[in-house]
């Protein structure tokens, strides 16, 4: 909490001044009745038209002063407080950006995203009308009864029973109401989701004539939400009416106090009128006060989840003797666009400059054995489990891929595929073991310097608001347009581009909305190819892809030239096929890795998947009806995976001779369809 | 430029008028509470106006000691003190009945509105459902609504109270003094003109923030909502740097925006404290040649401060109305949405489910055409694949056979009834549907799985569950079928199964399955083909897929591009016959030979 203000310190000046100004103000607003007093009791008493017009005088001279000092603090104010809730966006995004993924997935997107608009927005608010009103409101009410002392402590002290008794109607009420405000809320959001779901489900709800079941749980929700409503609604109506009985019923002992002090000599008219005065400028100042307490006390929750979210450190640790690199490599890539549009010559010099930079591998590996220098990456006996639960994720993943080399990834949902791909650019830390790219441990990389060489195709296809372009250079600042359309025709995307208008500035609306999920799949295809990357990660990135183009992809990628290393994330067991090797996982298992030879005839789940896609396929002594109950039989039988495997260990044997006759064979006739 | 403004202002005018007849109209059977806020508006103004005039004569009461006088207060000042204490009290009470009529015409309204919304929902045809962005709609009936009710409710009787306060405080101020009374009457319209002023200015200042923040809110929610492919591009930097650009941007605009507003405020009471000097200065002068006592002067001067806040309540509850208007235009261009076609009383029989397209045309934009001359016929019982590339048409044969959309020319029958003649429930009742987009509600798992089958056992969900292969993490889940669910607790792979489920669970006896298996793992699609294996059994099924090998025992095959149908057959003889489909077919094996 306390953290937040050091953001407020650019701007502690103003933060000062404005409620010294708004205090000053209040102070001429305090005047006012004292100058009436004087006006009656001496200029109406003594019949002086000098008193009158000077004093009339004074009255205007407060009331200018009073907008003066006004202006000056809502300037400050308003400066304080959005120069600060700026910087504390600011600060937050960075902060975000700093975080690793186990913390993403912790505090989880729509959390970030409202702490950053809602939550500062509430913060400035607040923070406005504190320096503006928090010492105002309390000081007219205290200052004003402080005047009634002046004047005549026994009428004072109807003040002072008054203004008790009036704090506690206006503040009780609203600290009752504040817990019931926030049921109210939640009731809201409530009605507010399931209204969502009715629209988003439209279809699902008609096709189960499901209508009138959503309009009795939206009219349940519905009369919950009036009735809470009304609830607050009866409490909060309480506050005029009592209010205004207190300060009616003390202005009128006021006044009877005030004649019988008049009476006695003590008190002249003018003064009653000036505590009469008095008495009215209390009520509107303490009605103020409670609504911004309520404020306050809003923005405060907020603060107080800001300061948390800023509290949270990347659970990742670099290691320290880079730390200069980093710098030198982050402030190298950010800083030279300028210079970059006035020559190309020395883009393309930087960026191969900066590919051999890339391409170097990190400190002691530059010696590194000859095997080290082949494998382009190596997992050691890998363990992992995500933050959030301590189940095991994955369990003793081992295997090496050669620079070069296709590495097929399959296995079921949740089997963990993703999980291991994303442990090759350190999105995440190991559990246990360890993943070694070109030789080097990945937590022995620099900052940034691994992502630079690793290009991601994520499973879901986004792309961000801009032209085409400004999408593709995220692979690379520096990427000339020649690249950048090698890279479409590569991801198959070019046509795409080419069919729309202004091409690579087309414009990409938010999210890609204006693309279809084949083409937007495509284009981040393009997008991580546009880096070189040398390591390419492709996750489940064809799955809206036919098959003709997801083929005609694979063939681009593979005839690419160098020795670029690619992992495929598939469901289907033809675009894994053809990889040099291929992982499969089976409940976080490394269930087999191997070529599709290999795979086919030791591996029970690579077999299952392999030939539920290619029933054809299957050897023909189980084919047909026999494949069929064969694979019900595993299901039913197989709860877990070593069983299935065992009952398919039991059946390879006998399949295997036959199977490889038919696929030899089936070969063949490819072949020659092809030629 | 003025003569075009004014004739907007008009017609701005005269619609709003409409909605505001309409809101009126809705509020019918509260007319007569609404009748009573007014009523116990113009009392307790009244009554509360009054009380000064009173505590001004109470004042007048007061003598000095010089006077010829006795140690008791006069009898004429109980008596009036006595009489303000019975008129606060009535008007303690009345205020405190008001506000809660108000609250429950308020909140009933936006009931009602809602309720009325909900129900159009169900009603309006999808192509009104797909055009609107379910935010918006959600924004219209949550948001809109409390807008609604809130501007256009409280801020009318709001209206109303202000206009009696200035008509009376007028009365009072007039009956105390005739000049003083003109004078802040001629005076008034200069702290109405400095808000106005500031006002126009800091509208400017405003729409500037509000469209700095909402560029600022989409690149956060762009970029915050997919942090991780920022970190995966190491774009972090490039982040913050955009970020910058257009936080400093939205810092400009907000503090200027904060600062002129805030001065409406200061501006205005400078302007009232200059009338209450004058009220002052001619009310001291007054009293010296005896036309007033202090005790008008008391009330002149707390009317004078009064008199100014009505004005600045009309002027916020006018633009507050304005908005509220906008807001009711939109619920009500919600609620009298034309609604579907009325629906048939007829109920489909079900004979085996044969399915007959006589010349079907259909297209979502009725000036580009997409689905033309469709005939195509799915004998009872038997198996229909579509295949083609996306955008083909597939999903909107779906919308098609399930009546989400009614075609523009052309029949649909089945069993040869056509199904524009059988009430939409009865035909849905018929179809289990397996969206691409799966779809959960809120509830527990039990809720989600029997949503076709309300009264369904625990023991049928569980026989469900398990030939549709969710029970296997159904089973693991803390309550099982009683587990909370929603859109975010479950894995693709698990909500498609749930999905799968739900139909399993109803046995209707056609299916349309629209590429049912695209996200579930090769794995789990070979039990759930299985699974639906033994649900198609004897159902006519219609079957979207990308994957041709679990098309291949179709009867049927239809192959869709641009929206027509362009070859139809089983597989054999589409292979045979050597087209689009066999192309389709051989890039599959072409691929495996590489």
Same mark, same amino acid.
């Given at each position: 909490?306390r953290?937040l203000?050091?953001?407020?310190y650019?701007y502690k000046?103003?933060?000062?001044?404005a409620?010294?100004f708004k205090?000053?103000?209040s102070?001429?607003?305090?005047l006012?009745p004292?100058?009436?007093?004087v006006?009656i009791?001496?200029?109406?008493?003594?019949?002086?038209?000098?008193i009158i017009?000077s004093?009339?005088?004074?009255?205007?001279?407060?009331?200018?002063?009073g907008?003066?000092?006004?202006?000056?603090?809502?300037w400050?104010a308003?400066?304080?407080?959005?120069?600060?809730s700026a910087k504390?966006?600011?600060?937050?995004f960075d902060h975000i950006q700093?975080?690793s993924?186990r913390?993403l997935?912790?505090l989880?997107?729509?959390?970030?995203?409202?702490?950053?608009t809602?939550?500062?927005n509430?913060?400035?608010?607040?923070?406005n009308l504190?320096?503006?009103l928090?010492l105002?409101?309390?000081f007219?009410?205290?200052?004003?009864m402080i005047m009634?002392?002046?004047?005549? %402590?026994?009428c004072?002290l109807i003040?002072?029973?008054a203004?008790?008794?009036?704090s506690i109607?206006?503040i009780?009420?609203?600290l009752?109401?504040?817990p019931?405000?926030?049921k109210?809320?939640?009731?809201?959001?409530?009605l507010?989701?399931?209204?969502?779901e009715n629209?988003?489900?439209v279809?699902v709800?008609r096709?189960?004539?499901?209508?009138?079941d #959503?309009?009795n749980?939206?009219?349940?929700?519905?009369d919950?939400l009036?009735?809470?409503n #009304?609830?607050v609604?009866?409490l909060?109506?309480?506050?005029n009416p009592?209010?205004?009985l207190i300060i009616?019923?003390?202005?009128?002992?006021?006044?009877?106090q005030?004649?019988?002090?008049v009476?006695a000599?003590?008190?002249?008219?003018g003064d009653v009128?000036?505590?009469?005065n008095?008495?009215?400028?209390?009520? %509107?100042?303490?009605v103020?006060?409670a609504?911004?307490?309520?404020t306050?006390n809003r923005s405060?929750a907020?603060?107080r989840?800001v300061s948390?979210?800023?509290?949270?450190?990347?659970?990742m640790?670099?290691?320290?003797?880079?730390?200069?690199?980093?710098?030198a490599?982050?402030?190298?890539?950010a800083a030279p666009y300028?210079?970059m549009?006035?020559s190309?010559a020395?883009a393309?010099?930087?960026?191969?400059?900066?590919?051999v930079?890339t391409?170097l591998?990190?400190p002691g590996?530059?010696?590194g054995t000859?095997?080290s220098?082949?494998?382009?990456?190596?997992?050691?006996?890998?363990g992992f489990?995500?933050?959030?639960?301590?189940?095991?994720?994955?369990?003793?993943?081992?295997?090496?891929?050669?620079k070069g080399?296709?590495?097929g990834?399959i296995g079921?949902?949740g089997?963990?595929?993703?999980t291991v791909?994303s442990?090759?650019?350190?999105?995440?830390?190991?559990?246990?073991?360890s993943v070694?790219?070109?030789?080097?441990?990945?937590?022995s990389?620099?900052?940034g310097s691994?992502? #630079?060489?690793?290009?991601i195709?994520p499973?879901?296809?986004v792309?961000?608001?801009?032209s085409?372009?400004?999408?593709?250079?995220?692979?690379?600042e520096?990427a000339?347009?020649?690249e950048?359309?090698?890279s479409?025709?590569t991801?198959?995307?070019?046509?795409? %581009?080419?069919?729309?208008?202004g091409?690579l500035?087309?414009h990409?609306?938010q999210?890609?909305?204006?693309l279809?999920g084949?083409?937007?799949?495509r284009?981040t295809?393009?997008r991580a190819?546009?880096?070189k990357?040398r390591?390419?990660?492709l996750?489940?990135?064809?799955?809206?892809?036919?098959f003709?183009t997801d083929l005609?992809?694979?063939k681009?990628?593979a005839?690419?030239?160098?020795d670029?290393t690619v992992f495929?994330?598939?469901?289907r067991?033809?675009?894994v096929?053809q990889?040099?090797?291929?992982?499969?996982?089976?409940?976080?298992?490394?269930a087999g890795?191997?070529t599709?030879?290999?795979l086919l005839?030791?591996?029970?789940?690579?077999?299952?998947i392999?030939?539920?896609?290619f029933?054809d #396929?299957?050897?023909?002594?189980i084919?047909?009806?026999?494949?069929?109950?064969a694979?019900k039989?595993?299901s %039913?039988h197989g709860d877990?995976?070593k069983q299935?495997?065992?009952a398919?260990?039991n059946?390879r044997?006998?399949k295997?001779?036959?199977e490889r006759?038919i696929?030899?064979?089936?070969?063949?006739?490819?072949?020659?369809?092809?030629? | 430029?003025s003569?075009s403004?004014?004739k907007?202002?008009n017609t701005g005018?005269?619609?709003s008028?409409?909605?505001?007849?309409k809101?009126?109209? $809705?509020i019918g059977h509260y007319?007569l509470l609404?009748?009573?806020s007014?009523?116990?508006?113009?009392?307790t103004?009244?009554?509360?106006?009054?009380?000064?005039v009173?505590f001004?004569?109470?004042?007048?009461?007061i003598?000095?000691?010089d006077s010829p006088?006795m140690?008791?207060?006069s009898?004429?000042?109980?008596?009036?003190l006595?009489?303000v204490?019975e008129?606060?009290?009535?008007s303690?009470?009345?205020t405190w009945v008001?506000?809660? $009529?108000n609250n429950r015409?308020?909140? /009933?309204t936006v009931?009602?509105i809602?309720a009325?919304a909900?129900r159009?929902i169900q009603?309006?045809p999808?192509?009104y459902?797909?055009?609107?962005?379910?935010?918006?709609?959600v924004?219209?009936?949550i948001?809109d609504?409390?807008?609604?009710s809130?501007?256009l409710l409280?801020?009318?009787?709001?209206?109303?109270?202000?206009?009696?306060?200035?008509?009376?405080?007028l009365g009072?101020?007039?009956s105390?003094?005739?000049?003083?009374?003109?004078m802040?009457l001629i005076?008034?319209p200069?702290?109405f003109?400095v808000?106005r002023f500031i006002?126009?200015?800091?509208?400017i200042?405003?729409?500037?923030?509000?469209?700095?923040r909402? /560029?600022q809110?989409?690149?956060i929610?762009?970029?915050?909502?997919?942090?991780k492919?920022v970190?995966?591009f190491?774009r972090e930097?490039?982040?913050?740097?955009r970020f910058k650009?257009?936080?400093?941007e939205?810092?400009?605009?907000?503090?200027?925006?904060?600062f002129?507003?805030?001065l409406t405020?200061?501006?205005?009471?400078a302007?009232?404290?200059?009338?209450?000097a004058?009220?002052?200065l001619a009310?001291a002068m007054?009293i010296?040649?005896g036309?007033?006592t202090?005790?008008?002067?008391?009330?002149?001067?707390?009317y004078?401060?009064?008199?100014?806040?009505?004005f600045?309540?009309?002027?916020?509850?006018?633009t507050e109305l304005?908005?509220?208007?906008a807001?009711?235009?939109r619920?009500f261009?919600?609620?009298?949405a034309?609604?579907?076609q009325?629906?048939?009383?007829a109920?489909?029989?079900?004979h085996g489910?044969?399915v007959?397209i006589?010349d079907?045309?259909?297209?979502?934009?009725k000036?580009?055409?997409l689905?033309?001359?469709?005939?195509f016929?799915a004998?009872?019982g038997t198996?229909?694949?579509?295949?083609?590339?996306t955008?083909c048409?597939?999903?909107?044969?779906i919308n098609l056979?399930?009546?989400?959309?009614d075609?523009?020319?052309?029949?649909?029958? $089945?069993d040869?009834?056509n $199904?524009?003649?059988?009430?939409?429930?009865?035909? /849905?009742?018929n179809?289990?549907?397996?969206l691409?987009?799966?779809w959960?509600?809120?509830g527990?798992?039990r809720?989600n799985?029997a949503?076709?089958?309300p009264d369904?056992?625990?023991?049928e969900?569980i026989?469900?569950a398990?030939e549709?292969?969710?029970?296997?993490?159904i089973?693991?889940?803390?309550?099982r079928l009683?587990?909370?669910?929603?859109?975010?607790?479950?894995?693709?792979?698990?909500k498609?199964?749930?999905c799968?489920?739900r139909?399993?669970?109803?046995?209707?006896p056609?299916l349309?399955?629209?590429?049912a298996?695209?996200?579930i793992?090769t794995?789990?699609?070979?039990?759930?083909?299985?699974?639906?294996d033994?649900?198609?059994q004897?159902?006519t099924?219609?079957?979207v897929a990308?994957?041709?090998s679990t098309i291949?025992?179709?009867d049927?095959i239809?192959?869709?591009k641009?929206g027509?149908i362009?070859?139809?057959?089983n597989?054999?003889?589409?292979m045979?016959?050597g087209?689009?489909?066999?192309n389709l077919y051989?890039?599959?094996?072409a691929?495996?030979?590489?």
């Amino acid at each position: 909490m306390r953290k937040l203000l050091s953001y407020l310190y650019d701007y502690k000046i103003e933060s000062v001044l404005a409620p010294l100004f708004k205090l000053l103000e209040s102070l001429m607003d305090l005047l006012v009745p004292l100058v009436i007093a004087v006006i009656i009791n001496k200029g109406i008493g003594g019949a002086d038209n000098g008193i009158i017009l000077s004093n009339f005088g004074l009255l205007i001279c407060l009331a200018f002063l009073g907008m003066a000092f006004s202006f000056t603090a809502q300037w400050m104010a308003a400066k304080a407080s959005v120069g600060f809730s700026a910087k504390l966006r600011q600060a937050l995004f960075d902060h975000i950006q700093g975080l690793s993924f186990r913390e993403l997935d912790t505090l989880g997107t729509d959390t970030l995203i409202t702490r950053m608009t809602s939550d500062i927005n509430q913060i400035q608010n607040g923070l406005n009308l504190s320096l503006r009103l928090l010492l105002r409101s309390p000081f007219i009410v205290f200052g004003a009864m402080i005047m009634a002392f002046t004047i005549d %402590v026994r009428c004072a002290l109807i003040f002072a029973v008054a203004i008790p008794l009036l704090s506690i109607v206006v503040i009780g009420i609203m600290l009752l109401s504040i817990p019931l405000f926030t049921k109210v809320q939640t009731a809201i959001d409530r009605l507010l989701g399931l209204t969502r779901e009715n629209l988003t489900g439209v279809r699902v709800i008609r096709a189960f004539c499901k209508e009138q079941d #959503e309009i009795n749980s939206f009219d349940r929700l519905n009369d919950a939400l009036t009735h809470m409503n #009304e609830r607050v609604g009866r409490l909060s109506a309480l506050m005029n009416p009592a209010t205004y009985l207190i300060i009616n019923t003390a202005t009128i002992l006021l006044i009877r106090q005030g004649a019988l002090r008049v009476q006695a000599g003590a008190l002249q008219q003018g003064d009653v009128v000036a505590l009469y005065n008095y008495m009215a400028q209390i009520v %509107v100042e303490l009605v103020k006060l409670a609504s911004l307490i309520i404020t306050i006390n809003r923005s405060l929750a907020c603060a107080r989840r800001v300061s948390d979210m800023l509290d949270v450190k990347t659970s990742m640790e670099y290691p320290s003797y880079t730390q200069n690199t980093d710098n030198a490599a982050l402030s190298g890539l950010a800083a030279p666009y300028g210079s970059m549009v006035l020559s190309p010559a020395a883009a393309s010099s930087q960026l191969t400059a900066a590919a051999v930079a890339t391409g170097l591998p990190y400190p002691g590996s530059v010696s590194g054995t000859s095997s080290s220098s082949e494998t382009a990456v190596c997992f050691d006996h890998v363990g992992f489990s995500y933050a959030s639960s301590s189940d095991a994720v994955l369990t003793d993943i081992n295997f090496t891929a050669m620079k070069g080399q296709t590495i097929g990834i399959i296995g079921g949902t949740g089997s963990g595929k993703s999980t291991v791909v994303s442990l090759i650019p350190r999105f995440y830390d190991v559990t246990s073991g360890s993943v070694k790219v070109f030789g080097q441990d990945v937590r022995s990389y620099p900052e940034g310097s691994l992502i #630079e060489m690793i290009g991601i195709v994520p499973q879901k296809a986004v792309l961000f608001e801009g032209s085409i372009r400004d999408n593709l250079l995220w692979g690379n600042e520096k990427a000339s347009d020649t690249e950048l359309w090698e890279s479409l025709e590569t991801a198959q995307a070019a046509e795409i %581009v080419k069919g729309k208008e202004g091409r690579l500035d087309a414009h990409v609306e938010q999210g890609g909305r204006n693309l279809s999920g084949g083409q937007r799949q495509r284009l981040t295809i393009a997008r991580a190819l546009v880096k070189k990357p040398r390591i390419l990660i492709l996750d489940d990135s064809s799955s809206a892809l036919d098959f003709a183009t997801d083929l005609a992809l694979r063939k681009s990628i593979a005839a690419l030239p160098g020795d670029m290393t690619v992992f495929i994330i598939s469901q289907r067991a033809s675009s894994v096929r053809q990889a040099d090797r291929i992982l499969v996982l089976d409940d976080g298992c490394q269930a087999g890795f191997g070529t599709h030879e290999e795979l086919l005839d030791g591996c029970a789940v690579y077999q299952e998947i392999y030939y539920s896609q290619f029933p054809d #396929e299957r050897p023909k002594n189980i084919s047909g009806k026999n494949a069929g109950s064969a694979n019900k039989r595993d299901s %039913v039988h197989g709860d877990s995976a070593k069983q299935k495997k065992g009952a398919h260990a039991n059946d390879r044997d006998a399949k295997t001779v036959d199977e490889r006759g038919i696929r030899d064979a089936k070969d063949e006739i490819r072949k020659g369809v092809i030629k | 430029m003025s003569g075009s403004k004014v004739k907007k202002n008009n017609t701005g005018n005269r619609s709003s008028m409409e909605t505001l007849k309409k809101v009126l109209r $809705i509020i019918g059977h509260y007319r007569l509470l609404l009748a009573a806020s007014l009523l116990l508006a113009l009392l307790t103004v009244v009554l509360q106006l009054y009380v000064p005039v009173l505590f001004g004569d109470a004042i007048d009461q007061i003598v000095s000691p010089d006077s010829p006088g006795m140690s008791e207060i006069s009898s004429t000042l109980v008596m009036i003190l006595v009489r303000v204490l019975e008129l606060v009290m009535i008007s303690s009470v009345g205020t405190w009945v008001m506000n809660m $009529i108000n609250n429950r015409l308020a909140f /009933r309204t936006v009931m009602d509105i809602r309720a009325r919304a909900i129900r159009q929902i169900q009603v309006l045809p999808l192509s009104y459902l797909d055009g609107h962005s379910s935010g918006d709609l959600v924004q219209r009936i949550i948001a809109d609504t409390d807008q609604l009710s809130d501007g256009l409710l409280l801020g009318f009787t709001q209206l109303f109270s202000g206009i009696v306060t200035i008509a009376v405080t007028l009365g009072f101020m007039l009956s105390k003094n005739v000049w003083i009374t003109v004078m802040v009457l001629i005076l008034t319209p200069v702290s109405f003109l400095v808000a106005r002023f500031i006002a126009e200015r800091s509208f400017i200042m405003f729409s500037k923030q509000t469209a700095a923040r909402g /560029r600022q809110t989409a690149l956060i929610n762009e970029f915050t909502g997919n942090q991780k492919l920022v970190k995966a591009f190491g774009r972090e930097a490039k982040a913050s740097a955009r970020f910058k650009e257009i936080n400093e941007e939205l810092r400009g605009y907000s503090q200027s925006a904060v600062f002129f507003s805030s001065l409406t405020n200061p501006s205005t009471r400078a302007v009232n404290n200059v009338i209450y000097a004058l009220v002052a200065l001619a009310g001291a002068m007054l009293i010296i040649k005896g036309h007033l006592t202090v005790g008008g002067l008391t009330v002149l001067l707390a009317y004078s401060n009064q008199y100014m806040k009505p004005f600045n309540d009309i002027s916020s509850v006018v633009t507050e109305l304005q908005n509220a208007l906008a807001c009711a235009a939109r619920v009500f261009e919600l609620i009298e949405a034309e609604p579907e076609q009325k629906d048939s009383e007829a109920v489909l029989e079900n004979h085996g489910g044969r399915v007959v397209i006589k010349d079907v045309a259909f297209s979502y934009d009725k000036s580009k055409s997409l689905i033309e001359g469709f005939n195509f016929q799915a004998e009872a019982g038997t198996k229909t694949a579509i295949v083609g590339p996306t955008g083909c048409g597939k999903t909107t044969f779906i919308n098609l056979l399930m009546r989400f959309y009614d075609t523009d020319s052309g029949n649909i029958l $089945i069993d040869g009834q056509n $199904i524009k003649d059988v009430s939409r429930a009865s035909l /849905r009742h018929n179809y289990g549907m397996v969206l691409q987009e799966t779809w959960l509600k809120n509830g527990t798992v039990r809720e989600n799985i029997a949503i076709g089958k309300p009264d369904a056992t625990d023991e049928e969900i569980i026989r469900a569950a398990k030939e549709s292969h969710s029970w296997e993490f159904i089973r693991r889940m803390p309550q099982r079928l009683d587990t909370v669910i929603n859109d975010d607790s479950l894995s693709q792979g698990q909500k498609q199964l749930l999905c799968i489920t739900r139909v399993m669970l109803c046995l209707p006896p056609m299916l349309i399955l629209d590429e049912a298996t695209s996200s579930i793992d090769t794995r789990t699609e070979v039990m759930i083909q299985e699974a639906f294996d033994k649900l198609m059994q004897g159902r006519t099924s219609f079957i979207v897929a990308h994957r041709l090998s679990t098309i291949r025992g179709a009867d049927q095959i239809l192959v869709m591009k641009d929206g027509r149908i362009i070859e139809q057959g089983n597989h054999e003889t589409l292979m045979v016959k050597g087209g689009f489909y066999k192309n389709l077919y051989n890039s599959q094996f072409a691929e495996t030979a590489l």
